[in-house]
């Protein structure tokens, strides 16, 4: 694994991680702030999945297959995510 793809690791690990124990010792005192939480929860998302969509989409057109393989493990923790954002909406 080369420093890019540590980088990346820890980018899509640490980031939602720091977010949603941030949400979780500061919880959203009415229902307004649980939806801007929310939202910020989807944007996050977002952002990492194009993150991650373009280091996928760079090795692919520089023909390093194993490396784009590679890089398709980093979605899961994106699902994860999107999955405790349905979770944290249902919850409110």
């Known amino acids: 694994m080369n420093k890019k793809d540590l980088i990346r690791w820890l980018i899509v690990l640490i980031i939602p ?21 929310g939202i910020i929860l989807a944007c996050e998302a977002t952002f990492l999945f194009k993150f991650i969509l373009f ?10 297959h194993q490396e784009k393989k590679r890089q398709y493990f980093l979605f899961i923790p994106i699902i994860l995510l999107i ?7 249902q919850t409110a």
Do not use: M, Q, V, W
Request: glycine share 6%; hydrophobic share 45%.
């Open 17 to 37: 991680a720091i977010t949603i124990i941030y949400f979780h010792l500061i919880p959203a005192k009415d229902s307004t702030e649980h939806l801007i939480n």
């Open 55 to 64: 280091a996928i989409i760079g090795h692919h057109l520089r023909g390093e």
């Open 83 to 89: 999955l405790y954002t349905i979770y944290y909406f």
